[in-house]
């Protein structure tokens, strides 16, 4: 069911200060790809999935940094702490409705394992959003099936992204209104880098619907605590950038989202999931680098003094724990750690102060220099 419905550009209205891109998609980043899965069955079937791509060459191989955002945590998303812990996106992101979370982790962990070959791994990072579509759909009926998922991967193309009432958009309701997938580009001036950002968005959320400053769902009378509260809704938000941006400055970049989504009317109700996760196309993160990444070998070494001081060796040969900073013995000194292993005869007393005291300068040298 691909559309292609009016744009606001269409009407005359151009939000903003920065033209789009020659698509004014999310695809105007090159190499990125969408794909969609739309159901559509009888009377309460309206759902589906929708797969973005960072690129085409496999991103389990060739990994891109990224990091995360939320606003409002109510919601389902799957594998968002591991993009933000280690900044990088290792699968195809893909959208669909909340009780289809499962169904499609397990349908990118097949789909990537499927194209590793005989490459090292130890997991797999799948990344999934989501939004309730449950007002427009049978979402208990679970329709979503692994082949849909896998589907919408497949299917991920560069060029036109189709919008509206497709993919993981079909279910959705906005403001009162029909929502769906959006998408749109703003290309930065040469002066400026020339650099491209292009949004793809999951829109199934409340507040006052307010366009280009107007508020348009107060002039119409549809609006939340009219006369009923607002049943709260989502909003998934997927940047991407050929800027080579850190996965620190991916965050940042996806915190302002929550900006432009206040500008559209939301207040991030108390049941929305406001979600938004920022890669960037500009640098590739290879799964078997030639060489350790400067970064990850000082995180890898940091990690590595972290456990060694927490295991802090005694003269005796033996492991004590819980040796507070500021018991720390002295020169000539010898003094009893409480250690609740002693009574199984893992611990020790304390000796040799000034190994432990250099132990821990060493320690805080490393911290100090790793920061």
Request: aromatic share 6%.
């Amino acid at each position: 069911m691909a559309q292609t419905p009016c744009r606001i550009r269409d009407l005359g209205v151009e939000p903003g200060v920065l033209p789009p891109g020659s698509l004014n998609a999310v695809t105007d980043v090159a190499g990125v790809r969408v794909g969609h899965t739309t159901l559509v069955r009888g009377d309460d079937v309206r759902t589906g999935v929708t797969a973005i791509l960072p690129h085409g060459d496999g991103v389990y191989h060739q990994k891109v940094p990224a990091s995360v955002h939320v606003g409002n945590g109510y919601g389902k998303a799957a594998g968002f702490l591991q993009v933000k812990e280690l900044g990088a996106l290792e699968t195809p992101i893909v959208l669909t409705n909340t009780l289809a979370v499962g169904t499609a982790v397990t349908a990118i962990v097949r789909w990537t394992l499927a194209r590793l070959g005989a490459a090292r791994f130890v997991s797999v990072n799948a990344v999934v959003g989501e939004t309730n579509d449950c007002f427009l759909n049978d979402i208990a009926g679970l329709h979503v099936t692994v082949d849909d998922v896998i589907a919408a991967i497949d299917a991920a193309r560069d060029g036109p992204v189709a919008e509206g009432c497709v993919g993981a958009g079909t279910g959705t309701i906005a403001f009162g209104y029909k929502g769906g997938i959006g998408t749109a580009s703003r290309v930065l001036p040469e002066s400026l880098g020339g650099w491209t950002v292009g949004a793809l968005v999951q829109s199934n959320y409340g507040g006052v619907l307010t366009i280009a400053g107007a508020r348009v769902g107060e002039a119409l009378g549809r609006f939340p605590f009219r006369d009923q509260l607002d049943r709260g809704g989502s909003c998934m938000i997927v940047l991407a950038t050929d800027a080579p941006l850190s996965s620190r400055n991916l965050e940042r970049l996806a915190r302002r989202t929550m900006l432009g989504l206040a500008r559209t009317g939301s207040f991030m109700s108390d049941g929305s999931g406001d979600f938004a996760i920022a890669f960037s196309t500009g640098r590739r993160l290879p799964h078997d680098p030639p060489r350790e990444l400067p970064e990850r070998h000082a995180l890898r070494l940091a990690v590595d003094v972290g456990d060694r001081v927490s295991r802090l060796p005694q003269d005796r040969g033996r492991l004590e724990v819980q040796v507070a900073v500021r018991d720390l013995a002295r020169d000539g000194e010898r003094r009893e750690a409480a250690s609740p292993l002693r009574e199984v005869g893992l611990g020790g007393p304390l000796e040799g102060g000034r190994r432990v005291h250099e132990c821990f300068v060493q320690f805080c040298f490393h911290v100090y220099h790793f920061r």
